[in-house]
């Protein structure tokens, strides 16, 4: 017992050696050969690579390899790129997810990984790259690593001219919160989605890349879209925010901010929505409460999950229409979701089964799914 745990603090130190000694090359601006290198290559051969810690926790990974070519030494690269996947698998959960991609916005190349860790907020966040800053196992979900992964990131990347970005991920709070999420990370890709998809608010970061926030702002403002705007900056002067609602955004949040206060000012905006319904849905016995996140049926209080909320809703503010199970998918999940899963049915399935009879969510075969006996035409 003793020789292991001496074993296991010799490898920790020859790791903690070999970390500081990456560290001072990249801060001393030693970056060896520069070659001509694919992120995406990299990337892909990082995660197989790191198989089976992945496997060990079940973690689902998604990736896109775009076009990110990008001049170094590849030894140096592809360290930097293991220690941002290593970061998403150590701080992770036990079935959790990675999302990683590559691609190229111009001359430059990025690489960004998400990953399903617990949500920390942005004062926790600004400082994870500094050496040996580390927020405990009771918040990471690792209690160990040398505490110099994102630090030598950081080195790096700025030793080729680039930088590390860190943020909180509202998205997946977003989603841990009943909401469907898509997500863009530069303007393009941004406009293209708002072109092709019905939303409710769009969360929109000022100093977006590819195609600035402000000149998303005016597309939707000039298109007649009736999509709730919320605009992030770390602009926070009357100036900027005078400017931001000038633009045509609905609301204003300056960064860093708390995230449940983005959630209530999400949900805020729904609520003020041209096409918004009343607050409270009312349907055979039925309320539910949006805000409160509440369902009773005759008075009594039904705990339903986040996603079964959200199905409700969506049955009721559509009521007497009828949903497709597509319909619901894109409502309530997101882009990501596989439009050959029986999510929907089950979801359905476990409602009926907490509402009780009568039932009130009716199948119209071939069709999809409704409130029944509300309004119906004759």
Not at 160 to 185: C, E, F, K, N, T
Not at 266 to 272: F, M, N, V
Not at 279 to 286: D, S
């Amino acid at each position: 017992m003793l020789a292991d745990k001496l074993r296991e603090g010799l490898d920790q130190a020859d790791r903690l050696l070999e970390s500081l000694l990456v560290l001072a090359r990249a801060q001393h601006g030693i970056t060896g050969d520069q070659q001509t290198v694919s992120l995406g290559r990299v990337l892909a051969a990082v995660i197989k690579a790191r198989g089976d810690a992945i496997a060990g926790l079940g973690l689902r990974v998604q990736q896109t390899t775009g076009g990110a070519w990008t001049g170094g030494d590849a030894t140096l690269l592809s360290r930097m790129v293991d220690n941002v996947i290593d970061n998403a698998i150590r701080h992770n959960e036990p079935g959790g997810w990675i999302r990683a991609e590559t691609g190229a916005d111009g001359p430059t190349a990025h690489l960004v990984v998400e990953s399903g860790r617990p949500v920390l907020d942005e004062d926790s966040v600004t400082g994870l790259a500094q050496p040996f800053r580390r927020l405990g196992a009771d918040r990471t979900g690792s209690a160990n690593g040398t505490g110099l992964g994102l630090s030598i990131v950081a080195a790096i990347a700025e030793a080729y001219g680039g930088s590390l970005r860190l943020h909180a991920r509202p998205q997946g709070g977003l989603r841990d919160q009943g909401m469907a999420v898509d997500i863009a990370y530069d303007g393009v890709d941004a406009a293209f989605k708002i072109d092709v998809n019905s939303y409710d608010v769009l969360v929109l970061d000022r100093d977006l890349p590819g195609l600035h926030g402000d000149t998303i702002c005016r597309m939707v403002t000039d298109n007649g879209n009736q999509v709730m705007v919320l605009m992030l900056t770390a602009a926070d002067t009357p100036a900027d925010r005078v400017a931001g609602l000038g633009l045509g955004a609905d609301d204003y949040l300056p960064k860093p901010f708390h995230f449940p206060e983005l959630v209530l000012r999400i949900r805020s905006l729904a609520r003020r929505k041209p096409t918004a319904q009343a607050r409270i849905l009312r349907a055979a016995g039925i309320e539910l409460d949006p805000l409160r996140r509440t369902v009773t049926r005759d008075g009594a209080e039904i705990v339903v999950s986040p996603k079964e909320f959200s199905v409700l809703e969506a049955l009721m503010r559509a009521a007497p229409a009828v949903l497709s199970a597509e319909s619901l998918l894109a409502q309530v999940w997101d882009e990501n979701a596989d439009p050959f899963t029986k999510t929907v049915q089950v979801t359905i399935g476990r409602l009926r089964r907490k509402l009780e009879d009568p039932q009130v969510i009716e199948t119209i075969p071939s069709v999809g799914y409704r409130i029944a006996g509300i309004g119906r035409p004759r």
